[in-house]
Structure formats: C-alpha cells, structure tokens
C-alpha cells in the first residue's frame, strides 16, 4: 500500500528529482554567465542611429573596419585586395548574397567608402551598414543637437 513504510533492502520505484533539478540550475545559470562573454567578432565601437533590425536566417558575411582601420572578412584579417577577390568567390556561387559592414565610428569616411567600393568591385550588390540603437535614456549626441534632433 502507498502510506506503507518500505520493507527494508527493497528496492523503491520512484525517481529522485532534486539532484536533478540542481544539476539543471548549475547548468542554466553557467550558461547565463558564459553567453555575454561568447560574443564573437571584431571589436568596433558603432555609431548609434534609430533603426529597426534586419532579419537574418543564413550564414552571414561581416565586413568589419577597427578603430585602427584594419578590414577583417567575418574574423579573417585581409586587405582590399583580398577582401574583394573572396567576395568576388562569394558571388560567383551566389550573387543574392548580403554583406554587412559594421565601422568603428572613429574610422574616417573615406575609409568606409573604398572598403565598400571593394565589396561593390566584387559583384556584391547588397551592402547593409551595422550600428547600435542608442539607449532610451542616453543623450543625443553633439552633432544631433546642432541639427535640432529630438
């Protein structure tokens, strides 16, 4: 019967699941703490602009430019040259492809233009530029003040 002590050395059908639940708690909150740290990627600091983000469903291909103006393919550090030779590869086998550049905002203008006339050279005619939505509660930038921006 069910409110019947066990007989002892008989074994008992029902399953423990408080180990389980710790073990299960351990793990979630190793991941919680690991997967901010996980990013992957090229270091940049991005402009902040108010835009919505773009939907993304296959491998996608970053062009990144650093502080120092160093272009990187994904996590590849290449030249222009380069950049545009394994792009010009990309487009051969699928010329729909989109290529996202994401800039460090203290790059000059002029290097973000020639780093995407190379991805334009290669055949790429999908180009999207990576930036941050800045915080609801952080200040317009100086340059958004002087053209009277909310």
Do not use: W
């Not at 502080?67 to 990187?72: E, K």
């Not at 989109?98 to 190379?118: I, K, N």
């Amino acid at each position: 019967m069910a409110g019947e002590p066990a007989q002892r050395g008989a074994l008992v059908s029902q399953i423990n699941v408080t180990p389980l639940v710790d073990v299960m708690l351990v793990l979630l909150i190793i991941f919680m703490v690991t997967a901010p740290i996980l990013q992957q990627g090229v270091q940049v600091n991005l402009p902040r602009v108010h835009a919505a983000a773009l939907p993304g469903t296959e491998e996608q291909f970053v062009v990144s430019i650093t502080r120092r103006q160093d272009v990187y393919l994904n996590d590849a550090k290449m030249d222009l040259h380069q950049l545009t030779r394994k792009l010009q590869a990309i487009a051969l086998q699928r010329p729909d492809r989109q290529v996202f550049v994401r800039a460090d905002e203290a790059v000059p203008y002029g290097q973000v233009m020639q780093t995407m006339a190379a991805i334009k050279a290669a055949g790429i005619e999908n180009v999207s530029m990576v930036t941050e939505v800045p915080a609801a509660t952080q200040q317009p930038a100086p340059n958004e003040r002087e053209r009277g921006a909310p």
